[in-house]
């Protein structure tokens, strides 16, 4: 009988498209799931849930932040039979202190944890800190490619970990045995600070990019002048004030639990990245080595 598939959430993003790439090379079936993904899947429309989960044994979850959809979702997912769930989560959701949470958003990843937690299926939550890849992809990447990067984080550093780890780790939860039941912090291997990791993608791309630390009211008010509204600036504040405080800077074993082997660096991370100017070519074999 044809192996069941294994369900990807999230597919096209920084953690769940490394993962579609991992399961498929070891030969895994998957549905790789998302508004724009091969498989349409809207958190959003719980009409397109069922189709998500039918047949399937195993699911990634990357939730919708700011939402208390997963509880729905693994109650879903328990009558389609699936066995084993791999929560994205993220590093300081069980402590009150680690970031000011103006929209709920710590508690409904919480509440997703302990739905996860009390399902009765196998579970895996990923703990990941601040992702290597919001310098490449995410966040920060436009600021990268213009050269600049303005943020209130001051001399703040953080153990950014790459994403490939975090896909490893994923995979390796949905597809071994031995890690039902854990909690996978997951860091990269050393704190950096921003102006070292700007320095470092400097000295990988050969351009000059420049880390200049603002104040809090300052990088609100540069928001507010971008269009962005006064809430909304704020909320962006607030999720860079961990990495000021240097909340994110330490070590997690994570890595090193589930896969027997150190996290990359983020120099190692910088050497295989995609970053504006890299050929297509370049491009092909950084992916595939990353
Ligand atoms: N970035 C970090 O540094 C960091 C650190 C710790 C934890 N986290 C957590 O990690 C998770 C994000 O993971 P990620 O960075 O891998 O993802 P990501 O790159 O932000 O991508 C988000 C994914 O979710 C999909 N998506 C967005 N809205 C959706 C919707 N309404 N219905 C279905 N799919 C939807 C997107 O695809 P479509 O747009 O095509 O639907 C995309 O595949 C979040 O929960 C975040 O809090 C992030």
Do not use: C
């Amino acid at each position: 009988m044809a192996e069941p598939p294994i369900l990807v959430t999230g597919a096209t993003g920084k953690s769940g498209r490394r993962v579609v790439a991992r399961l498929r090379a070891a030969g895994h079936p998957v549905r790789a799931a998302a508004r724009s993904g091969e498989h349409p899947f809207d958190w959003t429309d719980a009409s397109t849930w069922d189709a998500a989960l039918e047949g399937v044994r195993a699911a990634y979850v990357v939730q919708l932040d700011g939402t208390n959809l997963v509880r729905p979702f693994v109650e879903q997912a328990k009558k389609h039979g699936v066995r084993r769930i791999v929560l994205a989560s993220g590093r300081g959701i069980d402590d009150p202190d680690y970031v000011r949470d103006r929209t709920g958003m710590r508690d409904g990843i919480a509440d997703s944890e302990a739905a996860v937690r009390e399902s009765g299926l196998e579970w895996t939550i990923s703990r990941p800190g601040w992702f290597a890849q919001n310098f490449s992809e995410g966040f920060f990447a436009d600021a990268i490619a213009a050269g600049e990067l303005r943020l209130p984080a001051g001399d703040g550093a953080a153990t950014f970990v790459d994403a490939a780890d975090i896909a490893s780790v994923v995979v390796a939860a949905l597809t071994e045995d031995g890690h039902t039941g854990q909690t996978y912090e997951l860091s990269g291997p050393l704190a950096v600070s921003l102006a070292e990791a700007v320095a470092t993608i400097s000295a990988v791309t050969g351009r000059e990019i420049r880390y200049v630390p603002l104040s809090t009211k300052d990088y609100i008010a540069e928001l507010v002048n971008q269009g962005l509204p006064h809430a909304e600036a704020e909320i962006f504040a607030d999720v860079l004030e961990p990495l000021r405080e240097g909340r994110d800077a330490h070590v997690s074993d994570g890595v090193h639990r589930a896969l027997g082997r150190p996290p990359r660096s983020f120099a190692e991370f910088a050497e295989t990245a995609i970053w504006p100017g890299k050929t297509v070519d370049q491009a092909g074999k950084v992916e595939s080595r990353e």
